[in-house]
């Protein structure tokens, strides 16, 4: 059996206060047909990353809907994390090498991992490139059972043709895709049934929750942070296309308006993400010892409830990012009132409207613009954040996401 990472305690009546009894209801009625089917979830780690965090809260309230839902993990190696992180790189539209030897190291850990999942499922959701080709593995090996769904989560518009083109026969054997929004889907995908569903934020996790303001005011207190003074923050790993460079650029011209600012640059290191240390420190060197950018890590203990802090502290949150499959930082602070400055890219234009529920940005400059504005003028901000919470509630919350995976279920009946 491949390594499963156990889940919380989550009961959906407990999402009736954020997002109201009838979006509880509905999902209530949708997962009712499916009461008693065993679904797995297959991913490359429990930690870190957008994926990690989606599954955290999804798969417990499967389970209290009644479906035994399991997570399982792809074991990997430091090579295939190599491969796979080039892969996602080459998918997002990077030009890289994709060599037969690097082909190679991604068939031989898929093919070791088919061989460890041993259980069938009624319904297998693999989520990224990462393990897509186990489903190959196992028809080839006689071995498929249930329904198999791929479940992309990066902006796959212009993807790095090689790349794709090795990728393309693996999505086609699935009986259906789920893509973040429709310009991510390839015209070659035309076998499996195709489903455009957002992700979405969980309101009652640690990292959305209320908190109170004397927490907010501990944990800026315990990082050295000037509560009395604006704060910006991005929350990413520490990624190229996240461009936290950029985020530093851009502060900067935004503090030779607004003197004083600081900003928090907080991102994990996931462990399926090989690169991150390498551009942690490309990042490090770019702060040149700027006391007033904090650049912070798990290493010093960045959990959710101090990512929590960092963006209910801050007055402006910054996701700059260059491709973006969703983005689920915009969402979290969305939720908590904050203004949104993101690249107008990807999945973040699913969420921002410019100027109503955020700002799009295209460059260093815009960025910088729109920091000086949205601090020089806090009441434009509370307006953009109340506007930014309600669209959340309405779209993305997580039930909304269940309820959309439960359609499609229903769909391949
Ligand atoms: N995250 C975190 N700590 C960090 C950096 C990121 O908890 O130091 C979380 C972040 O709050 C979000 C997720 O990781 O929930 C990142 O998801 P997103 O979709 O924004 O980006 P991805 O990493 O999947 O590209």
């Known amino acids: 059996m491949l390594p499963t ?27 009712k047909p499916f009461a008693g089917a065993t679904m797995l979830h297959l991913n490359s780690t429990a930690y870190g990353g957008g994926v990690a965090e989606l599954l955290q809260s999804q798969l417990p309230l499967l389970n209290d809907l009644g479906i035994q839902a399991t997570w399982a993990l792809l074991e990997g190696s430091d090579e295939y994390y190599a491969v796979t992180k080039t892969v996602h790189n080459a998918l997002q539209g990077a030009e890289v090498p994709w060599t037969e030897e690097m082909r190679g190291a991604y068939w031989d850990r898929i093919r070791a991992n088919a061989a460890e999942l041993t259980e069938g499922y009624d319904y297998v959701f693999v989520h990224d490139p990462q393990p897509a080709a186990l489903l190959n593995v196992l028809e080839e090996e006689g071995r498929r059972t249930g329904q198999w769904i791929w479940r992309c989560h990066i902006d796959l518009s212009t993807p790095f043709r090689p790349v794709w083109e090795f990728f393309e026969p693996i999505v086609n054997r699935y009986d259906a895709a789920i893509f973040t929004m429709e310009n991510f889907a390839q015209p070659g995908v035309t076998d499996p049934t195709l489903a455009f569903i957002p992700p979405s934020i969980d309101p009652c996790s640690s990292k959305n929750l209320e908190i109170a303001d004397a927490t907010i005011a501990d944990v800026l207190q315990t990082y050295g942070i000037d509560p009395d003074r604006p704060i910006v923050v991005q929350v990413s790993r520490f990624d190229p296309w996240k461009d936290p460079l950029g985020v530093i650029d851009a502060f900067r011209l935004a503090r030779k308006e607004f003197p004083g600012i600081q900003l928090i640059l907080a991102g994990s290191m996931a462990h399926d993400d090989p690169e991150g240390m390498r551009f942690l420190d490309l990042t490090e060197e770019h702060r040149a ?17 101090e990512i929590n802090a960092f963006q209910r502290a801050s007055s402006v949150v910054i996701q700059k990012s260059i491709r973006e499959g969703f983005g689920l930082v915009v969402a979290e602070g969305m939720w908590k ?25 295209d460059s260093v400059e815009g960025c910088a613009e729109r920091i000086v504005q ?34 499609l279920m229903t769909s391949l009946r």
């Open 5 to 31: 990472v156990p889940l919380a305690d989550k009961h959906v009546d407990e999402y009736v206060v954020p997002a109201g009894e009838e979006a509880v209801e509905r999902l209530r009625k949708a997962a």
């Open 289 to 305: 010892g700027d006391p007033d950018i904090h650049l912070l890590t798990n290493v010093h203990n960045v959990g959710n409830l």
């Open 337 to 361: 009132d904050k203004p949104v400055i993101g690249g107008n890219v990807g999945g973040i234009r699913l969420q921002i409207i410019d100027g109503q529920t955020g700002f799009l940005v």
């Open 374 to 407: 949205l601090l020089q003028d806090p009441e434009l901000g509370r307006t953009i954040g109340q506007a930014a919470r309600e669209f959340v509630r309405d779209r993305f919350l997580t039930l909304r996401e269940l309820e959309d995976y439960l359609g």
